[in-house]
């Protein structure tokens, strides 16, 4: 690790503990498989908290320190997720950050709300921003046979 990444780390919204386990530690595990490891442990992840509705997954985004998630577009088939914020500007700027986890989550989560199979992708990561898209096949049906209990989301604090 670099000095300027402890520095930034160290002093910046995301936390060097975080910050260590998220964008140097996982990468260094992982290697090249960490994009595709963190978007099926984020799929994964969905599981443990599953919310019913767009404005519960906005609420949970930000209260597991993802970052400030914002619906910028939907249809039927696809949505357009935007994530933002001090940690997401921050890690960008370390060139290693990997939002995969948050986009299988993503994924997952609209998933349990359409019941149909549904994937995402990010679409472009810019000044403290990335902008994620995720499309349902509503023909191919959720292969969830689980019964999913929605968690009760306690609202956003306000300051």
Excluded: C
């Excluded at 898209?133 to 509503?138: E, F, I, K, P, T």
């Amino acid at each position: 690790m670099s000095q300027s990444t402890y520095d930034q780390l160290l002093h910046g919204a995301v936390g060097l503990n975080h910050g260590v386990l998220r964008d140097v530690l996982i990468p260094a595990i992982l290697g090249e498989e960490t994009g595709g490891i963190l978007y099926w442990a984020g799929k994964n992840l969905a599981h443990q908290f599953p919310v019913s509705n767009p404005d519960e997954l906005i609420t949970i985004f930000t209260q597991l320190g993802f970052g400030h998630l914002e619906l910028q577009k939907k249809s039927a088939k696809q949505q357009t997720w935007q994530i933002s914020g001090p940690i997401v500007t921050e890690r960008l700027k370390l060139n290693q950050a990997d939002f995969n986890l948050e986009t299988g989550f993503i994924a997952q989560q609209i998933e349990f709300q359409t019941n149909a199979i549904t994937e995402a992708q990010i679409v472009e990561q810019k000044k403290g921003t990335v902008q994620i898209v995720a499309q349902s096949d509503l023909k191919d049906p959720s292969l969830d046979t689980e019964p999913i209990e929605f968690l009760q989301i306690e609202p956003a604090q306000t300051e």
